[in-house]
């Protein structure tokens, strides 16, 4: 599990941002956005609520409390994009702790950020806050690793900037929605790959793989004027909705 230190070390750092604007977003449709007036801005709500379909696994209690790992100088809770690595860290902590009654917890993005809010406002210690670090797959950010410095970025400017890797390419891949084609965002690597497959033969190559920050991402999608962009949901929300839908009682004709 990644330690304080680790987890304030990946917090994107304004030079890291710079770079990304300048060689990932800052380029085609989203260049005309960068430049549009603050006061056109969508709501940051709005932009915070695409998170809502990436879920984020967290150790908690029966109830749901989350557990978080006491450290030297804050409490640290991972959040896991995939829940066999929750699950992982699960068995390691039931392993190593059989008395302790713990289960894995989906929580959306979105929520998790505004209850870590909260929980941080009730810690009656406030020297030691509530860190909680997004866990990806090693995959994911080796993938982020290999397309930044192929952009020149060196592995410093990566490891302070680079928290949580999302992939889009340029131009953006788009997504048909009831309001129109949206540029796409995702979470995972592979599930932007298997979206390019989608495209023919012929037009892959003119669309190029990037990576971002999610806090640029995030930043750049309140900046449009318009509600331009989705994320693209990951496969445990896909999961989870199925088996939401699977214990639903069935409606009687």
Do not use: H
Request: glycine fraction near 4%; include cysteine.
């Amino acid at each position: 599990m990644q330690s304080p230190a680790d987890a304030r070390r990946t917090r994107p750092g304004r030079r890291f941002r710079a770079w990304v604007l300048q060689l990932g977003l800052g380029c085609g449709a989203v260049a005309s956005l960068l430049s549009a007036p603050v006061a056109q801005a969508i709501p940051e709500a709005e932009a915070y609520k695409k998170l809502q379909v990436i879920p984020v696994f967290v150790i908690t209690d029966p109830k749901g409390v989350p557990l978080p790992i006491p450290r030297e100088k804050a409490l640290v809770l991972p959040l896991y994009i995939e829940s066999a690595q929750a699950n992982r860290e699960l068995a390691a902590l039931n392993k190593s702790n059989p008395t302790v009654k713990a289960i894995v917890t989906p929580v959306p993005l979105n929520v998790m950020n505004e209850r870590i809010v909260e929980l941080n406002k009730q810690l009656k210690d406030k020297s030691k806050p509530l860190v909680a670090p997004v866990m990806v797959t090693d995959a994911d950010r080796q993938q982020a690793v290999t397309l930044l410095k192929a952009e020149g970025l060196t592995d410093q400017q990566i490891q302070q900037g680079l928290n949580v890797p999302v992939f889009f390419t340029r131009p953006f891949l788009t997504l048909n929605t009831p309001e129109g084609p949206r540029g796409v965002f995702f979470l995972g690597y592979a599930e932007m790959q298997r979206a390019l497959s989608q495209v023919p033969e012929a037009e892959r190559p003119k669309l190029k793989p990037q990576v971002a920050d999610l806090t640029v991402v995030l930043q750049e999608i309140i900046k449009s004027p318009k509600d331009n962009f989705v994320i693209f949901p990951t496969p445990d929300y896909f999961r989870l909705v199925k088996e939401s839908q699977a214990k639903a009682p069935t409606a009687k004709p």
